[in-house]
Structure formats: C-alpha cells, structure tokens
C-alpha cells in the first residue's frame, strides 16, 4: 500500500518531464520555421533569391553562392536586422569565374601650342602602336606625351571608326580636347573666329560614324568692341536696329526683350562681345529704349557710357523736356546723357541736298550741293580716291552757306557708301541717309560704328542697308558635294582620254579641261584629288608611273590655264583601284580614268585602309581572323564616284 503513491508520483514526474521536453522541442521548431520563413521573405524582398536560408535552433543559417562579396556581406547584414546578428551563420560562398569583365575602352586626346597628350586605355589589337603612329603623325613634329595602356580584348564593334572619327577631329582642331568610347565621341574646342567655328561645325558634322554619339561644343572668342555702341532708331516704318551689343547672353535677351516690346520685327543681330563700359549696360539699354518710344520717334544712340537721345523734328518741347528729364533721372551713374530736339525745317526755303548714287557697273554720280573752294574741292577728290576717275560723275553745285560740317559728312557718308554693292546717300542739314545692298551681313553694324566715330554720338544719320546673299562671297559659293558634281557633270559627256602609252593632253582632253577650268575658280576653298587610273594590262610598276604622269599632265593642264591649283593634288593609282571587270574591253575602258574626289573622302579612305591592315597585319602575326572593316570608315574603292579617262 506503501508503493503505490511512490509509483504515481515517480510517473506523474516523468509525465511531466517527457511534456517538458515536447513543448521544448515544438517551441523550437516553431521558432526555427518562423526565422527560416521572415529572413527568406526578406532577403527574397530584398533581390537576394540566391540565398538559401535553414535554422539550427536559435541559429540562423545562410546558405548558397553569392555572385559577388558585397552582395554575401549584404546579405548576412539583412538578415542580422531582423534576427540578432550573433545568431546568423553565414555559410555563403562566392561565384568564382574566370572571366574578367570587358573594360570601357577610351582614350582622352589633348592638343594645344604645347603639342599632344593622350592617355587611356583601348584594345590590344588596335591600341599602343597603331595610336601613337597617327598622334605622331598629326603632331608633325610637336611633344607628344604618351599615357595610353592597352587591354588584350577584342575591340567593340563601333570602336574603330569611332577612333577614326576622333582623330580625324584631333587633326582638324589645333586646340582641343577630344575623348573617344565605342559608342560616343566627345569635342571640345577653340576656333579662331565666329566664321571658322562656323566651318569647323559644317566638316565635322559630315561623316559621322553610323552607331556613335558625336556631341560637339566648339567655342568663339568673343570680339571686343570698342567703342561699345548700339544704335536704334524709331520713325513711321518702326523700331530698327543699326547697331547692337551685349555682354552677356542674358543681357542680349533683355535688349531684345526691351526691342520687342518697342514694336521691333524681324531679326535683330545683337552680338555678344567684350568692352562693356558698365555691368548695368542691358539696364542702361531697355531704360532708353523705353524713352524713344514714350517719346514716339527719334534715334537713340549708345557710344560706351554716353547715351544720345535725338528727338524727331516735330517733338514738342515739354514732351521733350519731361522724357529726358526721367531718362537722365533713370539711368546708372556711369551714363551721361545728351538729349538734342532738331529745330522744324523752314519748308519755303528748303533744305540744302548732296545726293550720290553707287552702280557696281558705272560707277558713283554725285550731284547736288558742295561748299565752295578748296573744302568743296577736298570732297570730289575724296569721292575719286574711292571709286576711281573714271568711275567718278561729277556734277554738283558749289554754294556758300552750307552748314557746318557738311563737308565731313559728305565724306564720311561716301566712305560708306564705298562698302556698299550697290546703294544711294543722301545728306541733308539735319539728316544724313545711305540705302543699299550688300552682302557682308556684320556691315550694317560696321558702318554705324564708323559714322558715330567720324561724326560723333549726337550725329543723326540713318542706315537702311539690305544683306543679299547672293553678294555674299562666302555664302554663294558652292559647297564641296556641289563643286564635285559640277566637274563630274562635266566628263559625263566626254572623258579625258590620252593616246596609248602616253602622257600628252590630247585636243579633245584639253577641251573638257577648259570646261573643268571655269569652274575651278569658284572651288579655291574646296581641297581635291585629281586621280589617275588604268587598266591592268601591262606591267603593275608601269601602270602606276603611268597613272601619276596623267594625273601630273591634267593638273599642269589646268595650271596653264590660269587655275590656282594649290588645293589640288595630283595622285597614281595605277590598276589598284579598277571599277569594272579588266576582263573585257568595256571594263578596261572603264578603268582607265581620271576622277575628281575630296580630298576629305581620300584622306578617310586611306586612313580606314591603313587601320584595316594594321589590324589584318597583327592578327596574321597572332594567327587571329581579322575584324571586318566597319562600312562607316569611308567609302570603299569600288564605291567611288566614277571619272572616265583613257
């Protein structure tokens, strides 16, 4: 009887132990599967999917290959922020591969007086020697600092004409910088004028390499003024400008601002440039402008920090007194103002006139009136010093009592005027007015320029010059494409032709010679290749000499013609470069011609053949296929604008 609450208490003990033990073991696998569950959602969340995740108890195990020891260190640190770090056992490893990651090609060029710098790093197959043997050639003699370092991979498709484009630029741009990637060509660079920046964006905008980004920043140095002017006037045709100026682009926008809403139309040439007398000039500027049309006519002049403001002849004095009194009130301290209100003309006696009128065919008429003796004397020798004896009619009237100064305006109306294509002044007492067309488009600015220095800034003349591009010599000449198709428009009716075997110009040569050679003039700004070709019967040395010979004998041709040849180069082919089958007696006709090219094309063409077979050349050395030439290079031979000569 004794035993019996011993054994049940010996099995309530176990019982209760053997409970113990399971609520542990559940409470633990309860644990696990909620740690393994979290971190995996979270590192899942997080981009982590390669992690593996497993518990060992409280212990949080992490499993699986990273592909890199950031990504594994990430991990391990995401888990620790939801479990206790010291519980996290990163058991991770890291994706070993062999194969390196392709570098980003580039190559950084810089030019200046000093001579070239490069650094970078390009592919092995085309980079260290190939590289330094065009940069050498560029620099012509100049210190070249070489930096460059090489990788052995295989080029990028686009790499090699974007390398070919960039040295191209680097050859073009005394002082620049230019970095070339694959994919993308970067230039920066100084010009040496508003015109060559002009020319040099034209050529490098022209055959760009297909697939790259070529982004250009060209810069002008800005020209200084001096004096810094700007000159408005305001009558019954509206608001004009004969002259302008700004500092800053944003002051060109105020001024322009300013002008619009003072009823100017059309475009307005305001240039930036350097020489401003004050920081407040764009102030200065919409300050006066807002006068002359408060006043309702008149001309408004600047000449560095002194401001003219001339009324029109029928502005009532109070009207005057009052805007020019709040214009000197309104303006910075550093301008002075001059307010001139004209005296009414007397309309029974009227005006003195000197009238001249310039034709580019006959010459200058001057009629009208001049003071007498040796003043009036000095004006019609002036007026022959410009235009010639021959092209000078005189037949004016000389008079006493002109007003003063008539004389030197007179003179300083026909310098002007002597600029001009084609154009009239006319000089009154109170005015002085010049017309005409020319086709320099800055010249309108020029001239004011010059009246105000010649008559001073109170002085009330008025330009109406009209720019016609067809005076314009730079305009109106043809473009390269142009001067090109002229000449082979020229020998698609009749060829070049030489008798067998020689080198002489025949009757029939120098006919299309002469047609070639009037158009030539107007070509002086555009460097071509005369190119001699035959056909491959004979010997390969004695095809060559021959060609050259022809190709001497067509650009002495046009020598002796009158021609200025010096953006002319004569050059041989010989049998190199045959544009139809040699086979046939209609191919070798073919072959054997003369053609005109850019010399831009040749230059791209042979530089494109010259990388071709370096590239071909080092991957025969390395017993490697050669790289494709990439089309964009340059034309190939047998895509040429064909020529035909004998």
């Not at 002086?524 to 022809?550: A, F, W």
């Not at 190709?551 to 953006?567: E, I």
């Amino acid at each position: 009887m004794l035993r019996t609450p011993f054994f049940f208490t010996v099995l309530a003990f176990v019982t209760a132990c053997a409970l113990a033990i399971g609520v542990a073991i559940v409470t633990a696998i309860s644990i696990e599967r909620r740690s393994i569950e979290a971190v995996s959602a979270l590192l899942e969340t997080e981009g982590f999917s390669w992690a593996e995740v497993d518990a060992d108890g409280l212990q949080v195990i992490l499993q699986g290959i990273a592909p890199d020891e950031a990504s594994r260190f990430m991990a391990e640190s995401r888990a620790g922020s939801l479990v206790d770090a010291g519980r996290v056992v990163n058991q991770v490893d890291i994706r070993v591969t062999d194969v390196a990651p392709v570098p980003r090609f580039s190559l950084d060029m810089l030019r200046n007086g000093d001579g070239i710098q490069i650094i970078g790093l390009v592919p092995g197959e085309n980079g260290g020697e190939e590289v330094a043997e065009a940069i050498e050639a560029i620099a012509d003699g100049a210190e070249v600092t070489d930096m460059v370092e090489t990788a052995d991979f295989p080029p990028p498709d686009t790499w090699i004409s974007a390398l070919g484009y960039g040295l191209r630029a680097l050859r073009e741009l005394p002082r620049s910088k230019v970095t070339v990637f694959a994919d993308r060509v970067e230039v920066e660079a100084i010009s040496d004028s508003v015109e060559q920046q002009a020319e040099l964006l034209e050529d490098l905008q022209r055959g760009q390499p297909a697939g790259v980004e070529v982004v250009l920043d060209i810069s002008a140095p800005r020209p200084v003024f001096s004096p810094f002017q700007l000159r408005a006037v305001l009558d019954a045709q509206g608001l004009r400008f004969d002259s302008c100026a700004a500092d800053t682009a944003r002051a060109q926008e105020r001024i322009l601002a300013a002008a619009r809403r003072g009823g100017a139309e059309g475009e307005i040439d305001c240039p930036i440039g350097l020489g401003v007398p004050s920081p407040s000039w764009a102030g200065a500027v919409e300050t006066a402008l807002a006068a002359l049309v408060e006043m309702g006519g008149g001309t408004l002049s600047f000449s560095d920090a002194t401001v003219t403001l001339i009324a029109a002849p029928d502005t009532e004095q109070d009207e005057f007194d009052r805007v020019i009194g709040e214009l000197d009130a309104d303006l910075p301290e550093v301008f002075t103002l001059d307010g001139v209100l004209p005296e009414a003309n007397d309309a029974r006696t009227g005006p003195a006139r000197f009238f001249a009128t310039l034709d580019p065919e006959t010459g200058v008429r001057l009629r009208g009136r001049l003071p007498e003796d040796a003043v009036g004397d000095s004006v019609a020798a002036f007026a022959v010093s410009l235009f010639g004896r021959e092209r000078t009619d005189l037949a004016t009237r000389s008079v006493p009592d002109l007003p003063q100064g008539w004389s030197v305006r007179a003179m300083a109306g026909l310098r002007a005027l002597s600029a001009l294509h084609d154009g009239q002044l006319t000089l009154e007492p109170d005015a002085l007015r010049i017309r005409g067309r020319t086709g320099d488009q800055s010249l309108r600015a020029s001239l004011a320029r010059q009246l105000g220095e010649a008559l001073g800034t109170g002085a009330d003349f008025q330009l109406d010059i009209v720019y016609d591009e067809a005076l314009d010599p730079i305009a109106s000449l043809p473009t390269p494409e142009e001067c090109v198709a002229r000449i082979v428009a020229v020998q698609e009716d009749d060829k070049i032709v030489f008798e067998p075997g020689s080198i002489e110009i025949t009757d029939e040569a120098g006919e299309i010679l002469d047609r070639i050679a009037e158009i030539l003039p107007d070509c002086m700004h555009v460097p071509m290749e005369i190119g001699g070709h035959t056909d491959s019967q004979g010997r390969e040395e004695m095809n060559l000499g021959l060609s050259q010979s022809r190709a001497d004998a067509v650009l002495n041709g046009l020598l002796a013609r009158g021609v200025l040849v010096t953006n002319l180069t004569a050059r041989g082919y010989g049998e190199n470069r045959p544009i139809a089958d040699n086979d046939s007696e209609d191919g070798r006709e073919l072959n054997r011609r003369i053609e005109f090219r850019l010399q831009a094309e040749v230059d791209a063409r042979d530089t494109a053949e010259a990388q071709a077979e370096a590239l071909a050349a080092r991957a025969e050395a390395f017993g490697l296929r050669p790289v494709p030439r990439p089309d964009d290079l340059g034309p190939p031979a047998d895509t040429a604008d064909d020529q035909d000569e004998e």
